[in-house]
């Protein structure tokens, strides 16, 4: 499958295949739900996706790898290598270390500007020093470079039927919609940092500090509050859903059905953390793989069905994906299904 892939997407020197090759291992073995969302892409658009998924899954180990005992010194040394490298790639169109090798080529191929990979490394760089947000509008400016220019980096390779500036803002929005979702999911995970990326101007109306979300990790004990900034958390995040809503009926009709996949994936972490009672302190809320299959299912449905629709039916295909999506979303209620991934994806 990598083969053709690759040879879709005309990529035919050896050195650049093997790039795209060892940048789609990683999302195979990384990023789960973003691997099968992505499936549902037109064979020749993966590896430009793959590529994207492989630069940010490296950095976000540079920051978060519990495993490799690094301080923040390493790590800031680490990141710093890691721009220096796609600054040249991005300038030479060349790298001997592979990831940086396959995205220099996709943000060629694709004009993604340079500007948004500086954007997301410099949110990369504040997470080794910064532990909270004050308040949303604060979470929002972290946001920018670690969640929405993922989805500005993908519109491009996603391609549009309006022009890329009408559809950028909802796809800015979905990018922040799916991190937020992860937040609330690793909100454990993430205290285990010594990071909270909840607002703290919601937890506080709530009665909820930093003391009191440890206590609870550290007793495995619940508490209302806790349970009532999450109850909030969820809220906002289904109302960046909703943002991101309209920008799925401007995506070009073969690549809307693995969007919208990824759209009710990535939602169904918020129902089933809900369903579970807002456990994120003390475990991750699992939903079943044969519900993440029925919505996989689904998108493969609407694949052959992009496939098979004859030219001038975008606003067909458009009204089937709204359609499909507001029977079971983030948008209005409970969705199908819920992956499992890194914090940023």
């Known amino acids: ?13 050896p050195a650049l ?17 973003y691997f099968l969302a992505t499936r549902l892409l037109p064979v020749e658009r993966r590896p430009a996706v793959h590529a994207l998924y492989g630069f940010a ?7 978060d790898d519990l495993t490799t005992g690094l301080g923040t010194a390493e790590r800031e040394a680490g990141l710093a290598a890691l ?18 090798r396959a995205v220099a080529d996709t943000a060629r191929r694709y004009a993604i500007p340079h500007a ?34 993922i989805g500005l980096q993908m ?17 800015a929005a979905l990018g922040v919609a799916f991190q937020l979702t992860n937040f609330l999911r690793d909100v454990g995970e993430d205290l285990d940092r010594g990071r909270i990326y909840l607002p703290g ?28 900034a999450l109850e909030a958390t969820a809220a906002l995040t289904r109302g960046v859903y909703r943002e991101a809503h309209p920008g799925l009926a401007m995506l070009e009709p073969r690549t809307r059905p693995c969007v919208r996949t990824a759209f009710v994936l990535y939602g169904g972490i918020l129902d089933a953390v809900a369903a579970d009672g807002y456990p994120v302190l003390h475990r991750r809320s699992v939903v079943p793989r044969r519900r993440r299959a029925a919505v996989a299912l689904t998108g493969l449905a609407a694949v052959l069905g992009a496939r ?10 458009g009204r089937a994906v709204t359609g499909a999506v507001a029977a079971g979303s983030p948008v209005t209620g409970p969705v199908t299904a819920a992956g499992r991934e890194g914090r940023r994806m």
């Open 1 to 13: 499958m990598t083969r053709h892939e690759l040879d879709a997407a005309g990529i035919t020197e």
């Open 17 to 33: 295949r093997a790039a795209y090759a060892h940048c789609r291992r990683l999302n195979s073995r990384h990023g789960k739900t």
């Open 57 to 63: 899954r490296w950095a976000d180990d540079i920051v």
């Open 83 to 100: 721009s220096a490298r796609l600054t040249a790639g991005l300038r030479d169109g060349r790298s001997d270390e592979p990831v940086v």
């Open 116 to 149: 948004h990979f500086e954007d997301f490394l410099a949110s990369m760089r504040s997470d080794l020093t910064v532990t909270d947000y004050p308040t949303y509008d604060d979470l929002m400016g972290y946001m920018h470079g670690s969640a929405a220019v």
């Open 155 to 171: 519109l491009p390779v996603l391609g549009t039927v309006t022009d890329r500036d009408t559809a950028a803002p909802h796809a």
């Open 201 to 228: 101007d919601l937890l506080a109306a709530h009665g909820v500090d930093r003391e009191l979300l440890r206590w609870s990790r550290a007793t495995g004990r619940p508490d209302r509050r806790i349970r009532a």
């Open 308 to 317: 098979l629709r004859p030219a001038g039916g975008p606003v067909a295909a």
